[in-house]
């Protein structure tokens, strides 16, 4: 059976799973997808490792709004992004804002990490939450500073018309509290290389499964529920999947405000 065949068997399993099977489900669904992996001729996967489309936002010929899901629901964007594509496919920049609001905006570029954590410790205690604005980028640099805004307790959101797709919704996710405004834009898709030196089919199937284990892990960590992942992992890294209102309630990628932080790690 080709992997793309078992992506809708596994995501009804997860999404009909009772909570106290879920992380056994998650290990499992790992499993039979990297022995999928493993009968997929080798000269097949060279070929389409050597054909993917690079989308990576720092580009200039990639589209920042990737065409939806061919078949799926919804069908298109919801809305245009109120940014432009040049502004988007900077690099992030930070601006802070009124209310302890951190605006990070940008592609998710190697080192934003990096710059990020310095605006964080330069900011002290002033910033509550951070906005974002972005196509993706670095999954690296993205699970860094989803790692920090956990850490620091700070909320998460997503503004109307802004943009958070790719490995954007992985720091999204590091927020305590979460909030994606009427017509924000959330989108996934699988993960993929897009840089110019195109590893070894066996490489290239070897860093996806380690990767795909490390976002499945922190998603979970970060109390986000499997469907997320699975809607990513079936969408070609040439499409997105856009998230409706009711399946960011569902998977938890959105949660009830807070008013700051601080308040909700004394819960």
């Not at 919804?74 to 809305?79: E, G, L, N, T």
């Not at 502004?87 to 302890?100: E, I, S």
Request: hydrophobic content about 45%; aromatic content about 6%.
């Amino acid at each position: 059976m080709r992997p793309e065949a078992l992506f809708p068997r596994l995501k009804h399993a997860f999404l009909s799973a009772d909570d106290g099977l879920l992380m056994r489900g998650a290990f499992f669904g790992l499993l039979v997808a990297a022995a999928a992996f493993l009968f997929v001729d080798v000269r097949e996967l060279s070929l389409a490792n050597t054909a993917l489309p690079g989308h990576d936002p720092m580009t200039t010929d990639a589209p920042v709004l990737p065409p939806a899901l061919t078949d799926g629901v919804p069908q298109a964007p919801p809305v245009t992004p109120e940014s432009s594509p040049e502004a988007l496919r900077q690099p992030m920049r930070f601006d802070l804002q009124p209310g302890g609001v951190l605006k990070a905006e940008g592609s998710i570029d190697l080192g934003a990490a990096d710059r990020f954590a310095e605006e964080i410790a330069a900011r002290g205690e002033y910033v509550k939450a951070v906005s974002l604005n972005s196509p993706g980028g670095s999954v690296e640099d993205a699970l860094a500073m989803s790692k920090l805004i956990r850490e620091k307790g700070l909320n998460t959101r997503v503004a109307t018309r802004a943009l958070c797709a790719s490995s954007c919704p992985l720091i999204f996710a590091g927020g305590v509290a979460r909030e994606a405004a009427d017509n924000a834009i959330l989108g996934v898709h699988q993960v993929f290389n897009a840089g110019e030196n195109r590893p070894s089919p066996e490489e290239a199937m070897s860093d996806a499964q380690r990767t795909t284990a490390r976002i499945a892990r922190h998603l979970d960590e970060m109390g986000i529920a499997d469907g997320l992942w699975i809607h990513a992992l079936e969408t070609p890294p040439d499409r997105l999947y856009y998230l409706t209102p009711a399946e960011m309630a569902e998977f938890n990628l959105v949660t009830k405000p807070v008013a700051t932080a601080k308040q909700a790690k004394k819960k």
